[in-house]
């Protein structure tokens, strides 16, 4: 669905992004992991357009996206829940949700959103400034789900939440790729990713260094612990 090769990125002069490859393929939950800095976050923005400048390739559904204007990326099928996840603080949470255009077909409609969001439901004529942080990133993630987007790109969605809401945003992640999304997901906490991802990629100065399979991640938690210094 989405494969990325010799992706190179730029804010102003400082050259953040060196060549990084990957894909992810059509119904998985791909992670990129990495410590701070890492590139991680500025992958997400560069494969939406949304950096100074940008070379290499982006294939999405096969078609190439690097020379698109952001809106053109998302019109394609590709939406980007930001890691400060972009609440209009004057719309209650039904009007956040009507807001974006809807790109393709396939979308979920409000009554299947608010049964896979309660919280949401209970929520509903509530202005965004009256939502917690976990209530925000649930509106964040639903918000996408209704314009009819095939690939879903969050940015470190579990941050600064509690257990419990860490828990929940694993169980929508996990809801969501049933229902035949496809996720690429920035993490640092490498625990929660291996609960809802299928594969991992790790990420250094801008680079990926490695790919492992979720399968495979104990066998492999040492050279875990050496690339993310945990």
Not at 21 to 45: I, Q, S, Y
């Amino acid at each position: 669905m989405l494969e990325v090769s010799g992706l190179n990125a730029w804010y102003g002069e400082s050259h953040i992004l060196h060549g990084v490859a990957f894909d992810v393929r059509a119904g998985e939950v791909v992670t990129l992991l990495g410590r701070n800095g890492a590139g991680k976050t500025t992958t997400m923005k560069s494969i939406m357009g949304l950096v100074g400048r940008r070379a290499g390739s982006i294939r999405y559904q096969g078609g190439e996206t690097i020379a698109l204007r952001p809106d053109l990326i998302a019109r394609a099928g590709i939406g980007f829940c930001p890691e400060e996840r972009g609440i209009f603080a004057g719309l209650n949470v039904t009007e956040n949700l009507l807001l974006p255009k809807v790109v393709a077909p396939g979308g979920l409609d409000l009554p299947t959103i608010y049964a896979l969001f309660p919280n949401l439901l209970e929520r509903a004529h509530s202005p965004g400034t009256r939502l917690s942080g976990g209530e925000q990133q649930m509106l964040a993630i639903a918000r996408i789900l209704r314009t009819g987007a095939r690939l879903l790109l969050l940015d470190e969605p579990t941050e600064g939440l509690a257990p419990v809401i860490v828990q929940q945003i694993g169980r929508t992640i996990r809801a969501i790729k049933e229902r035949g999304f496809t996720v690429l997901l920035v993490e640092q906490n490498f625990r929660f990713a291996q609960t809802v991802a299928d594969r991992h990629y790790i990420m250094e100065h801008g680079r990926v260094l490695d790919m492992i399979a979720n399968a495979q991640l104990a066998a492999n938690m040492d050279k875990l612990h050496d690339y993310l210094g945990v």
